[in-house]
């Protein structure tokens, strides 16, 4: 998304932008994205959430979002709704096919199987969640192209890494899932489920996103534990019944929970017999930490200054969500303007 959106608002202040995808079809992940474009209420809320990122780079998104989303429109794109379902957080919802057409227009030169060269001036490949998922032997819930080409053009240049390297935003899967399935077959009820490693110790409790309890699955994996009165609860439109299902019909491991190989665990979440077990793998949305910036999307190097004309946005760019979690569409729309701005001297 950000390539897209740097190129789109570079066109509009009279740069001649040349937005170059490695992938066969234009949008990344924002592609497969459930469209909501968001943030947090307040800028003490995201800090709160996200302790450990860079409070300037956060404060750009809680200031400029709405204004960022107000320019998609102008840009022709109507969201399908006005806010997010969530009472955490602000922000619209969009078709993720008619988002990225709309970009894609208003980027105007996209040049799809073409990796980026050397006179690569916004850096916007995605982050590196492939190679993570692939180096630590998880799922990948991403587009498949973003291995960190946009963190190695920027190193052998001087750029400084972020903290967090090792976070990724993680959702739960019941297994590997085809790309149009990304959205509705994630298990996404941690907090109503007992959750527990494959010797049967309890995991812990999850936020309300979930991300933390993903990144702490035991090798990638975890069985959900639920009684009968937590498949009636709703997650957005369905209920938990309903997420189960789809992990069924993906193939995924649901059994009664007497056919776990470990005794359950006493607790308070399984008081409604029958219990139900779901197997569940760590999916790999997108990192978290990635290249350092400052708050105009200059790529930094160790001592803090720019590297001469290179910036970086979406989650190319690291520190905004450490230790957390946030819409990697609002980073990638608000820092995808700001880079295009910041390299135009605007
Ligand atoms: C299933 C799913 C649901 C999601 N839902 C939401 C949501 O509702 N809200 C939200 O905020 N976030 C959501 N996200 C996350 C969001 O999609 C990402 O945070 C966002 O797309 C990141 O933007 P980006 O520009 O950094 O990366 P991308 O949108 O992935 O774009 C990076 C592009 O760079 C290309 N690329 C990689 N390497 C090269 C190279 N060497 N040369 C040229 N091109 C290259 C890739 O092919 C890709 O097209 C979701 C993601 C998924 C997968």
Redo the contacts with the bound molecule.
Sequence with gaps: ?????AAARARELGGAPLV????D??????????????RHRTLDEFRSECPDGDLALQARIVDELDYALDWLERLGIEPVRRETGNPLTVGR?YDPRALTDTLVRAAGDVRLR???GETAQVL????FGVRLARNRGLLL???????G??LA?AAERGAAETAGMEQF?G?ALPGPVQ?DE??RA?QLYAGSALVLDDEGQDLGGAAWHESDIVQRFPGGKAWYVLDARALRERVRERTVADLVEAARAAGGDVRPAEQLPFELPASSKLAEQPFLAVRVYAGV??TIGGLRVDRDARVLDRAGAAVPDLYA????AGGIFTGGY???????LVY?RIAAETALGH
């Design positions: 998304m950000a390539g897209l959106v170059f995808e490695k992938g079809r234009a949008g990344g992940s924002m592609l497969l994205s459930s469209g909501v474009i968001w919802r073409q990796r980026f916007a490949t995605g982050g819930r991403a587009a498949p192209w973003s291995e080409d946009g053009f935003y959702r790309e990304f959205v994630s949305t997108h946005a979406g989650a190319d946030g819409s990697g569409l609002a980073a990638a995808g």
